[in-house]
């Protein structure tokens, strides 16, 4: 993972653990109202955890960009809407029985969820405001 593009405040964020960069998460999303993912050639990027295949996803460009190193160097940030993730993303990954990893860092895969649980937290938290 490349920091080059990191403020000192991003790096501390990144410092953090799966439960506080999950919470930095939605606090983001219900600021911005999109999500970030990275997309190759093929489309979105893939994770696996254990056994599942995961999409994972960031509050903002810098840290979904500070991620693509290595065999994902060539990935591009791609902002999803919230609109666009609650009424086609959800849908998409439950049939395709995809789980979301939210704010994998080099360190660990972030926090594991179920779409729907992702869409529920995030729906909460953009009510909230």
């Known amino acids: 993972m490349t920091t080059d593009n990191l403020s ?3 790096d501390v964020i990144l410092g ?3 439960k506080k960069r999950l919470a930095y998460m ?3 999303v219900q600021q911005f109202k999109q999500v970030w993912i990275l997309n190759d050639d093929d489309g979105c990027v893939m994770l696996t955890n254990e056994d599942d295949d995961c999409v994972p996803v960031w509050p903002t460009r810098e840290f979904a960009q500070a991620w693509a190193t290595g065999e994902w160097q060539g990935c591009t940030p791609k902002a999803i809407p919230t609109n666009d993730w609650f009424s086609r993303w959800t849908p998409g990954l439950e049939e395709d029985d995809l789980l979301v990893a939210v704010f994998p860092t080099e360190e660990d895969d972030g926090t594991i969820l179920f779409p729907d649980e992702f869409q529920a937290q995030l729906s909460k938290s953009i009510r909230k405001y």
């Open 16 to 18: 953090l653990g799966a």
């Open 26 to 28: 939605y606090e983001t």
């Open 8 to 10: 000192k405040q991003d």
